[in-house]
């Protein structure tokens, strides 16, 4: 049931990843740039954290939805192409300032959306950048230190600022693993402007 939830949830980000962005070529994936910050016709934002002691940024999406979401994607070029290496979502945060935890994903998220608690998921994908191979969740026993807060808001929430810390454990693998079988992520910030 787990790994139909994280294959569902990725389902839908990476369609709507692979959509939304496509990186020039100047824009290298290891090492953040000016162009890292994402501007389309729905939002605009950053994304920045601390992956096990390294600094981790993606190219930044989010939703505007009530109980709005964020998801940033690293690529690589191949090719005339750009694929998805890796991939960090966090779901249905509240628009309300102060802590909130970050449970594991559950089929709320897709099933019963309105009731859904706030989750995190991270990825890494195999070469072909279609189907991840290394998924992690939340580590519940955490639970206390899986926070993610929004500390300004603009114009009733319309744009966010915020910060997030959460630890995660792997729940598949790759024949050739890229991280160790926990991650912990540190001095999570993130901002976006939402319609």
Known sequence: MKIKISIIILSIITVHCKKQYKPNESTQTNVPSKDFDYINDTTKGTITVIINGNLWR????????????FTATKYRKS?????????????????????????KSDSTLNLTPLIAKTSSFFGT????????????SVILADSANNIIQITKQIN??????????????????????HYSDTLKLSNGYFHFKLK
């Open 79 to 103: 090719g005339e192409n750009f694929l998805p290496m890796e991939i960090f979502s966090i779901f249905k945060i509240r628009r309300t300032t102060g802590n909130q935890i970050i449970y």
């Open 58 to 69: 993606g190219f930044p999406y989010a939703d505007s939805s009530s109980n709005f979401s």
């Open 125 to 136: 994908f195999k070469p072909d950048g279609d189907v991840t191979c290394e998924d992690f």
């Open 156 to 177: 009733n929430y319309s744009e966010v600022f915020g910060t997030f810390k959460l630890s995660l454990v792997k729940i598949n693998n790759c024949s050739t693993p």
